[in-house]
């Protein structure tokens, strides 16, 4: 009987310890769930949550990304690189697009280079030259001073010294003789328009700034942004989390390669320690990775381009992941490593991302038994949570979180028009029900990585957000791992700031 009785109370153990994994109880977290805050714009740059980093910028409009058009005064027609790169380069287009449009690098605040359509750059031998669209990568053959007047007229100059014209052959060629005045007729004189909207990333303010004044500039932002009260108030409000974004230039401090600077990976060490003192946990979120992985400005892409799977720059991923793990792996305030945050649908294809995934959960292995690894889902047409849901619950791993971002804005037209009860109702309906399969399926455990307590409706009361708060913090606490809101602060955006959203009772946790 003895024998028996020992028998079931292992069995009972045994069907609570998978009832409480079923409802997804995550070590370590108080509450059992992560109900957290990302910090974002605090060590990978976002423009638009705080655009003061910018002040001060010489030619401040002309950052690396920045889209460019130029139509020739005496022929009004625009500068154009035939199929979008990899030939010639004529003056000889009525009306400006895609290969009238050209992405800059800047290497001084008057001289730059000029990347078309399909990658190429703009290039010339020197005096008396065609200009092309045919280099792969840029050097003093690729690089233009920009001259400009205070009418949007500019006169551009080859590293040659010899500026640049539009042909009686429709041709732009570097053989203009003599310095060209910004008269009208003059085939050395374009118009420059910027076409699109501009990065505003860590590698604009860096480069943009220079060295110095962008070591001044983010050493002042890294200390004051994000503070240890704030994670005192964070802690006294229920927040167990917080989601830190970095990207990896941090693991190659104190020197990181240009133009980024050093300090941030002091400024994460502060956060650990901090986290440590307040019982608050750590996930590091690799937010910004060598080539970009979504051509966006929290990706610290340099011109929108999406090169992560070119060239070396997976490996390189990977010895980030191998230096963070390395480093943090023990540290007692380490929830978890995401491996990479929102990579771009379709131009990631679900095979390398799975690859990736798995060599990035080996490397954290190496380091903690225990640390969550989180794998973040794809965004833009063609992103299927579910899909790759399944593809990493396959993969037979422990300990691994699938992160999904749920905004009411932005990719889709629907929420263009809805009214405060149909963002509410989409939410309780639409999101809870993809948030449900995702709970019962026997795979990884869900997290909502990123969410916000705002929509594209303008006008809303604070009623009508309260509701909408509420709707979010009932949908994505059910998950399985739990949520954190984006962001901390937002200089620009107060419904984006959970700090405002809780000082002014708009969000109630």
């Given at each position: 009987?003895?024998?028996?009785?020992?028998?079931?109370?292992?069995?009972?153990?045994?069907?609570?310890?998978?009832?409480?994994?079923?409802?997804?109880?995550?070590?370590?977290?108080?509450?059992?769930?992560?109900?957290?805050?990302?910090?974002?714009?605090?060590?990978?740059?976002?423009?638009?949550?705080?655009?003061?980093?910018?002040?001060?910028?010489?030619?401040?409009?002309?950052?690396?990304?920045?889209?460019?058009?130029?139509?020739?005064?005496?022929?009004?027609?625009?500068?154009?690189?035939?199929?979008?790169?990899?030939?010639?380069?004529?003056?000889?287009?009525?009306?400006?697009?895609?290969?009238?449009?050209?992405?800059?690098?800047?290497?001084?605040?008057?001289?730059?280079?000029?990347?078309?359509?399909?990658?190429?750059?703009?290039?010339?031998?020197?005096?008396?030259?065609?200009?092309?669209?045919?280099?792969?990568?840029?050097?003093?053959?690729?690089?233009?001073?920009?001259?400009?007047?205070?009418?949007?007229?500019?006169?551009?100059?080859?590293?040659?010294?010899?500026?640049?014209?539009?042909?009686?052959?429709?041709?732009?060629?570097?053989?203009?003789?003599?310095?060209?005045?910004?008269?009208?007729?003059?085939?050395?004189?374009?118009?420059?328009?910027?076409?699109?909207?501009?990065?505003?990333?860590?590698?604009?303010?860096?480069?943009?700034?220079?060295?110095?004044?962008?070591?001044?500039?983010?050493?002042?932002?890294?200390?004051?942004?994000?503070?240890?009260?704030?994670?005192?108030?964070?802690?006294?409000?229920?927040?167990?989390?917080?989601?830190?974004?970095?990207?990896?230039?941090?693991?190659?401090?104190?020197?990181?390669?240009?133009?980024?600077?050093?300090?941030?990976?002091?400024?994460?060490?502060?956060?650990?320690?901090?986290?440590?003192?307040?019982?608050?946990?750590?996930i590091i979120d690799l937010h910004a990775v060598p080539g970009s992985q979504n051509g966006m400005d929290h990706s610290s892409s340099r011109d929108g381009s999406i090169d992560w799977m070119e060239s070396d720059n997976i490996p390189r991923t990977l010895e980030a992941i191998e230096f963070l793990a390395s480093k943090y792996g023990k540290d007692p305030a380490l929830l978890g490593i995401e491996l990479l945050n929102e990579p771009n649908a379709?131009?990631?294809?679900?095979?390398?991302?799975?690859?990736?995934?798995?060599?990035?959960?080996?490397?954290?292995?190496?380091?903690?038994?225990?640390?969550?690894?989180?794998?973040c889902q794809r965004i833009g047409e063609g992103s299927k949570p579910k899909g790759l849901y399944n593809a990493i619950a396959n993969m037979g791993l422990s300990n691994v979180v699938f992160d999904l971002h749920y905004y009411n804005l932005f990719y889709d037209p629907l929420f263009k028009n809805m009214s405060p009860q149909q963002n509410i109702n989409y939410i309780y309906n639409d999101r809870k029900a993809d948030i449900e399969y995702i709970?019962?399926?026997?795979?990884?455990?869900?997290?909502?990585?990123?969410?916000?307590?705002?929509?594209?409706?303008?006008?809303?009361?604070?009623?009508?957000?309260?509701?909408?708060?509420?709707?979010?913090?009932?949908?994505?606490?059910?998950?399985?791992?739990?949520?954190?809101?984006?962001?901390?602060?937002?200089?620009?955006?107060?419904?984006?700031?959970?700090?405002?959203?809780?000082?002014?009772?708009?969000?109630?946790?």
């Amino acid at each position: 009987m003895e024998s028996i009785s020992c028998k079931w109370l292992l069995l009972s153990f045994l069907l609570i310890s998978l009832a409480n994994s079923a409802l997804g109880a995550v070590d370590g977290v108080k509450g059992g769930k992560v109900r957290g805050v990302n910090l974002g714009n605090w060590l990978v740059v976002e423009g638009w949550m705080k655009p003061t980093l910018f002040d001060g910028i010489p030619e401040g409009d002309m950052l690396d990304g920045a889209k460019v058009q130029f139509k020739s005064l005496s022929s009004n027609k625009f500068v154009s690189a035939k199929d979008g790169g990899g030939s010639g380069v004529f003056v000889d287009q009525d009306n400006g697009d895609t290969w009238e449009t050209f992405r800059l690098w800047r290497v001084t605040q008057s001289e730059y280079q000029f990347r078309a359509l399909k990658g190429q750059f703009l290039s010339c031998t020197g005096q008396g030259a065609s200009v092309t669209a045919t280099s792969g990568s840029p050097s003093l053959a690729e690089t233009f001073t920009i001259e400009r007047a205070s009418n949007d007229r500019v006169r551009i100059k080859h590293s040659s010294g010899t500026y640049l014209r539009a042909s009686s052959g429709n041709e732009l060629k570097a053989d203009y003789v003599g310095t060209p005045g910004f008269d009208d007729g003059n085939a050395a004189i374009f118009v420059m328009t910027f076409h699109g909207g501009r990065l505003q990333g860590e590698y604009q303010l860096s480069n943009g700034h220079g060295p110095q004044k962008a070591q001044e500039v983010l050493t002042a932002h890294r200390n004051n942004y994000v503070t240890r009260e704030d994670f005192q108030f964070l802690s006294q409000h229920g927040i167990n989390t917080v989601r830190i974004p970095v990207g990896w230039w941090i693991t190659k401090d104190p020197n990181p390669p240009a133009p980024y600077v050093g300090g941030g990976l002091a400024a994460l060490d502060n956060a650990f320690r901090w986290g440590r003192e307040t019982g608050i946990k750590c996930i590091i979120d690799l937010h910004a990775v060598p080539g970009s992985q979504n051509g966006m400005d929290h990706s610290s892409s340099r011109d929108g381009s999406i090169d992560w799977m070119e060239s070396d720059n997976i490996p390189r991923t990977l010895e980030a992941i191998e230096f963070l793990a390395s480093k943090y792996g023990k540290d007692p305030a380490l929830l978890g490593i995401e491996l990479l945050n929102e990579p771009n649908a379709p131009k990631i294809s679900p095979d390398v991302l799975k690859k990736y995934y798995k060599d990035g959960y080996d490397i954290v292995r190496k380091h903690s038994d225990t640390a969550y690894v989180i794998m973040c889902q794809r965004i833009g047409e063609g992103s299927k949570p579910k899909g790759l849901y399944n593809a990493i619950a396959n993969m037979g791993l422990s300990n691994v979180v699938f992160d999904l971002h749920y905004y009411n804005l932005f990719y889709d037209p629907l929420f263009k028009n809805m009214s405060p009860q149909q963002n509410i109702n989409y939410i309780y309906n639409d999101r809870k029900a993809d948030i449900e399969y995702i709970n019962t399926a026997n795979g990884p455990l869900l997290f909502i990585g990123e969410w916000v307590n705002e929509w594209e409706f303008k006008g809303g009361t604070q009623e009508d957000y309260q509701k909408f708060g509420q709707a979010q913090l009932d949908v994505y606490g059910s998950t399985s791992f739990g949520w954190a809101y984006w962001s901390l602060k937002n200089a620009d955006k107060e419904h984006w700031s959970l700090k405002w959203n809780i000082n002014h009772n708009y969000l109630q946790l």
